[in-house]
């Protein structure tokens, strides 16, 4: 049987695996479902469609599943899927999908979401994602695997973050930013490659000298962006992680590729 507090309210319709744990003054109603190992804190409240897979361990006052702050949602029965090992601190916000973005909002596996973080309807998130106190992501934000989102950053709206890119703190994101990339600024610019993510995710020094280098060409004041990608794309065809650049930039995409300041392709 499930541990649920006696001030706890939980709806009927809500389904729990045997041991999940509910404490004082939670709020759990609708279609929610809670994963084998699901722990709650005091005065958490989850609402809605909203599924939370094996072992995430959610803190006091987060909020996951309300409306989306999106003033064209109808109260179409869209979906938040959170996956399994995330760990939730408090005053986080995660809200569902709307009809204009698939109907649902998605978050992966081994997550952080620190305090205040605010993740947005129609969101995407990786594997092993981290978002760091106040970091907020806009309605459709894509954040590939093991991306890392300082304090108080913001993402706009249809943003693509990359796998393993790195956003300073403070940041505003107006642009995608590419896999294994590393932006700051008040609107963010691209200041080179993760290489200490990368680093500390056991790539070789080879392979960080092999993205430096493509990095360098790509990002050159030489020729047209079209023309560095078909060049990088040449020369490096057997490197899965240049070649994750270079179908990151080719792909569609409503926003326009972060870009170093100035044009300085400092790896």
Do not use: W
Request: hydrophobic share 45%.
């Amino acid at each position: 049987m499930a541990t649920v507090h006696p001030t706890a309210i939980v709806e009927p319709s809500v389904k729990l695996a045997d041991d999940v744990t509910i404490g004082p003054y939670c709020v759990v109603e609708g279609d929610v479902v809670l994963g084998p190992g699901v722990r709650l804190e005091s005065h958490v409240v989850i609402v809605g469609r909203t599924k939370i897979g094996a072992n995430c361990h959610i803190f006091p006052f987060a909020s996951i599943g309300p409306r989306p702050q999106d003033l064209k949602y109808a109260g179409e029965p869209s979906e938040l899927i959170i996956g399994a090992d995330n760990m939730i601190r408090e005053y986080v916000t995660m809200h569902p999908g709307t009809k204009g973005g698939g109907m649902a909002t998605r978050v992966g596996n081994h997550g952080l979401f620190m305090v205040g973080v605010h993740v947005a309807h129609d969101c995407v998130v990786g594997d092993n994602v981290v978002m760091a106190n106040n970091a907020t992501l806009g309605g459709h934000v894509v954040v590939g695997d093991y991306a890392v989102l300082g304090g108080l950053a913001a993402v706009h709206q249809f943003v693509r973050i990359g796998h393993h890119a790195m956003v300073g703190g403070m940041s505003g994101v107006e642009h995608d930013v590419i896999p294994y990339g590393s932006v700051m600024g008040d609107r963010a610019n691209l200041l080179g490659l993760n290489v200490i993510g990368m680093r500390r995710r056991g790539f070789s020094r080879e392979d960080i000298r092999l993205l430096r280098r493509a990095y360098r060409l790509l990002f050159a004041p030489e020729g047209t962006m079209a023309e560095r990608v078909s060049d990088v794309a040449q020369l490096f065809p057997d490197n899965p992680a240049i070649m994750d650049i270079v179908e990151f930039i080719g792909a569609d995409s409503p926003r326009a590729i972060c870009q170093p300041k100035d044009g300085r392709a400092v790896a």
